[in-house]
């Protein structure tokens, strides 16, 4: 979790802001949205929506009204309530990398699929890490498990090794279904459920402008249960959104207003994170170009545009374009984490862990992106300014050419200072070669092998473990 | 040069920043600051400070008065106009490492000593960079030349290989004189460089709370001609500064604004900087730690003072404590950079070129860097917000479900978008190994293949020529 001291940048001054949303009702208006689901689109007709076959053509009124509902922030609740998550405020809450289908392998030194046992290591990494709140989800795709089992086996693994706030899956009706009744097991009745956010789930558009079904019935079913959803656009300049970044954004808030107003007409107040993960294209060669400036921008616009709705925001990330753990990648994964939290998203997807943008999730790259995230938390909390810390009695007694060591100051406050986990420095000082990623691999391993995770009650897990071998395709 | 479009951030709030200020007025009303020069002690007591010894006790009221003299905003005027800096205002201008002993080599891939031929290739390296303003002074020391010379090859080296603008020495009263005299050759008459700063030069203070002989006669000498001077603490926290960052704002404080204070004496309205290259130690290794939290709140800090007393600002760069461009590297110089741009500095030293802390130049640490202020410059741009940009007659055209690529609209933008120089995705099409930092080097060995500089007039370099063979020890 970071706590920002600093105030948020604005990318944009308030009539540029105002032109955006403008332009999204214009194209909600005379575009529309395509929505692959019957149930959605007649909740919209009923309340003033025209209809022609799978597009709805929202009128902007309807539009402001829902975004009015949704609530500024909202606790998601861990198993252990010392792990709750409050998304809003000052606060940017973190998740690691989400979605990669290869892992690159800490011995083999390249890329293969990403199993189940990846997807338990890396629970357990996000579980050590000081920083990482969110888990879950798919931290990477566990491609050795059968399809009908994975997000049950997904959710499990999260609560059995952390007990961190938890992601939910967002694939259809009947899996959306039986994440909110594995979660009603581990927080013992479908009650608690109902009344408190226990599972984070990734809603994500089919741009430009459409809705999927699976995505649809993921979205109904939690707004009936109010548990929190990211409803994000994942469109890509000159070819899913236009070239142009205002335009972008256009579309991309069309997109996620038009579905963030289904999930308040379905429940008023559900809460939600409005979310982006739309890239840039490099058109030249047709590659994702997640890495540059551009998706920086994106970030910046995209939290603005939430903080002008006054709902929460999701972006940003460690991301790079890199396929190695190379300076690329350690300098584009800062450059987009800073500008994330510069921008003030309550949550961060992706903070640790990915290589070549979505693809990989590396482990070596986890735990260097975790020295990211401490290094970027402690600058946003700012420094102390008291008696104590101005320190004017010590400097005067030091004086001109004096030396601080010997100080009881100096004594006091020493270990303030954040020392980082791995560095060339360390390794210098230890007499070893002095590269990050090779430091990060064997810091990885130690990790793994000395991780102890919380115990889960046994009744709930016997449960947890008979309800999913019940799930039938 | 950096545009920042987007607002500087503020580390402490202003009843913070005013306690900082009365503790550093507080300091040198009761500590004072050892002065090794008689004539600026006079200056300081003729004016109503008191002296003892080496010590001046400044009143607070006398510092005040002065650093409402110091200008708001600057122009560094280069050989070529086109080329002059406005130090100032939403600028952040760009200057390339400064005072590395080392230089990594390309071809070794180890460091060793820097020599005259690493000045003329970085010089030649900062002249085909899209985004280095400011070249000359200690860009690396070359340490094949006679003491006596170096400060005039490394001015000649600078005018010849570029024609951006320069920076000084500050090195003692007869190597600043010299400086004065050089430009006076380059600039046509010393009656132009009186009028027209054309010399920025670094003042450094002795923390704690010292100037030392040299650095006072070159703040004499430059202050004389309204030549404009970075006045910076170089403390240490922990061994030459207090452990706790906001009495190591005070103590610098209190150095950096008693030396502004002289300059105003000698010359009211001499054009200065107010900065910063204080460093944070971990006091477990006692070695720097430069790319850490720490430094980057330091930055943050300095910049707002400098603010408050409406001088302009100098602290960051592309710093790292690594020894390798690796991951590292990457991270580290990223954080940084960003942190110093998002403070609001006006001047950015080390913006390019170093390892290990201040230690090592290396060649393809060099061209990341270029690409990370590349990044960064095009980030604080922000985006374009018009009718055209919005794009909604495109989004309209596309409709749900299209696709942008054949869109005139995308034509006519697509090239608005900033491509990497050097990257592992670039290589990675092209079917090479994928790191950076390979690929950096081979970019930089064709780069100054290719550089040509802009002619320097013949009769200025056999007058500059004539000038450096007539300097005697």
Redesign the interface.
Known sequence: MIYR???H????SEE?LL??HQ?SL??LE?????LAHETARKILEKNGARVEGE?VFIPGKLIEEQLAKAPREFTLHARNPRNNVLIGGDNTALAPGYGAPFVMDLELGKRRNSTYADYVNFTKLSGASEYIDVVGGVLVEPTDLPDEQRHAQMYHAAVKYTDKAVMGSALGEKKARECVEMAAIVHQGIEFVKEHPVLLSLINT?S???LDRRMMESLLVYAEYKQPMVIASLSM???????????AL??QN?EVIACISIAQLVNPGAPVIYGSASS?V????G?L?I????T??MF??TAQLARYYKIPSRGGGSLT???????????????LF??AV?SGFHFILHAAGLLENYMTMSYEKFI?DD??CG?????FE?????R?????E???H????????G?D??FA??R?????L????KA??SGKI????AN?GKYCQELLEQYQGPPLDKKIENELLTYIKGIKK
């Open positions: 001291k600093f105030a940048s604005d990318l944009m540029e032109q955006v332009a214009e194209v005379k575009n529309g949205i395509e597009k089919n430009p402008l459409q300049t000159g070819t899913t959104a236009p070239v142009t970044l205002a335009a256009v579309q069309a840039v490099d058109l030249k060669t590659g170009a890495g540059s400036p551009e920086a921008l910046s616009g374009d890199s396929l190695l753990p190379d300076a690329q990648s350690g300098y584009e994964s800062m450059f800073m500008a510069q260097i020295e990211i290094m970027v938390k402690k600058y700012g420094i102390t300014v008291d104590d810390h101005l320190g004017v010590t400097i005067l030091v004086g001109s050419g004096g030396n601080y060591l100080e100051h100096t406050h020493m303030d200072m954040r020392l980082p791995i560095s060339s420095r210098y000082y002095p590269d990050t990623s990060a």
